[in-house]
């Protein structure tokens, strides 16, 4: 990740930027490998050096390890269902403790939507705080708000999910629904009993909890388009907007693509404040004030009362279903952000 | 940036200029929103019951008045401690290894493992440590959440370790090595020191990212209505015990929820806030 980058305008600006003394200066991290050749090098010290290194190398292969064991705990737990159950357990919509028959497709569904209200919510408020902070926002206020979006990334689960529960949820039933209902309900997604908890409630929560990590990422993003862009748009005579538009936006924009995307693994693997908010109805509905059920949720909720081995091994293929999700879209983001930062989705807090 | 110094501006691109801007301005606006109301509803509905007892006692059956989380406090902390026996020197010897020797391709692995490992869901890790402990211990327990607790700590050390080691100056490492001072020492002795309030608050980080989790400690630390000190033994938690009493329909337990979560907000807050106080001056400012 902090291989030698290329002696490229983007490595320059960010030396100029505010990120601070940057971590890759051109050089730096080939001359990290030079180790003192030294041949007054006594036995003892040698030994030492050998054992040091072991003993951090040994640190990172049981990071890696630990992670093969997630995957392997997966697999083997979740083998039961695999043999029985097979592609249908994607397809199906019957979740049957009692006769045994599972299926995740309500769950994958609950999932996909609730995120994907979370991300129609949350794209343009984060690149609009992030634009905003990056731009526009005076120095000392910068400070603060930034401060105020990481703050929302340090409240925890369980608390967006208590507030859900009795502030968000009534909110919406006796304010927001009835509006979207009368003047959207045509689309259908508006439709039906006003519970309050379902997965509107969900996606707004998870909007809420997700904004933090997209803005902070795009500011990164941002920040390392190269200075050279935007005074080359205003010397032109482009407004500020253009500016943005043209030099920034543009060049930024497979780095934002990776932020949403980023963000929207946060909210799939997101437990229990949609557990908390969703309404748990294994039911695909079109409306959005329907309860659903997503696939974390479920694994909350039913793990420790699994009956057969049967549920507990579907409950451990959902789980997986879950992991090859997050893992295919956090590798994509990853390599997004990559390529226009080189290195920044780990210098984010959230 | 410096504002449009010409005047003759068409007015169409004068207008989606400012609306543009103002846009950006609203959204920066709003997203604060969310903050302050759910910061302003946990101080209004848990302070009432934010009392002495709430400290000291452990909950009562529901119907009786009083009762405390006593045993989720001291539960949490000591799920956390355990928790960082595990993921601290874990976290600093990866962290170690990639700024030291992971200039390669091996470096580059554990770099995409430990980002994959931050990615996973936090309940499927607690499924792994219900695996890995629950099972074969038979029965839940304090050393299982830790477990999972510790594993979710190894990648935010381990990636924030190694970006403050790559801060230290290069020259300091040479001046030890032109000592004679072997490499290791120089990474022990001097390297590590230099970076050290970086490793610190990269702990802290890992603090706050943990100390509220729930859903790793759902099917592992369980839970528990009652003082337990023991490993093996299932243990009461701050998070899961606001998780409990939330969904209870008992209008004391939404009061004793909402006091727990005033609680441990503020323990969480104030982590954050030290935490960009010291990255603002120290070590890794910019790292954050």
Known sequence: MYTVPKPSAASGSRLNSETGPAISEPGESKELNIVPKSRLRTKESLFADVAFRSLVSLCAVALVGTVGLILFGLISQSHLSLSKFGFSFLIKTIWDPVEENFGALPFIYGTLVSSLVALIIAVPLSLGTALFLTEICPRRLRAVLSLLVELLAAIPSVIYGLWGIFVLAPFLRVYVEPFLAKTLGWTGLFTGPKYGFGMLAAGVILAIMILPIISSITREVIRAVPRQQREAALALGATRWEMLRMSVLRNARSGILGAVILGLGRAFGETMAVTMVIGNRPEIAKSLFAPGYTLASVIANEFTEAVGDTHLSALTEAALVLFAITLVVNALAGLLVWSITRGAPSRTLA | ?288
């Open chain 2, 1 to 288: 940036m410096p504002n449009l110094p010409s005047r003759n501006i068409h007015w169409r691109r004068r207008l989606s200029n400012g609306l543009a801007l103002g846009a950006f301005t609203l959204a920066a606006l709003i997203v604060t929103v969310p903050l302050f109301l759910i910061l302003a509803t946990v101080v209004y509905r848990g302070l009432p019951a934010l009392t002495w007892s709430f400290f000291t006692q452990i909950p009562k059956p529901m119907g009786e008045i009083g009762g405390g989380m006593a045993n989720a406090i001291v539960g949490s902390m000591m799920l956390l401690a355990v928790a960082s026996g595990i993921g601290i020197p874990l976290g600093i010897g990866t962290g170690v290894f990639l700024a030291e020797y992971g200039r390669n391709k091996w470096g580059n692995i554990v770099r995409f493992t430990a980002d994959v490992l931050n990615g996973v869901p936090s309940i499927v890790i607690g499924m792994t440590a219900w695996a890995l402990v629950v099972v074969t211990q038979r029965h839940f327990s304090l050393l299982a959440g830790s477990v999972a607790l510790g594993i979710m700590m190894i990648p935010i050390i381990s990636r924030t370790t190694e970006e403050v080691l790559l801060m230290v100056p290069q020259p300091i490492r040479e001046a030890a090595w032109g000592l004679g001072i072997p490499h290791w020492r120089t990474t022990l002795s001097v390297v590590i020191p230099t970076a050290s309030s970086g490793i610190v608050t990269s702990i802290m980080l890992a603090f706050a990212r943990i100390a509220g989790e729930t859903a790793p400690l759902m099917f592992t630390a369980f839970g528990n209505a009652f003082w337990n000190m023991k490993l093996n033994e299932p243990t009461a938690a701050l998070p899961l015990q606001i998780y409990r009493y939330a969904i209870m329909p008992y209008e004391q337990a939404h009061q004793q929820a909402w006091t727990a979560a005033l609680v441990l907000i503020t323990i969480i807050m104030l982590t954050v806030i030290v935490f960009r106080w010291v990255a603002g001056r120290g070590m890794i400012k910019g790292a954050v």
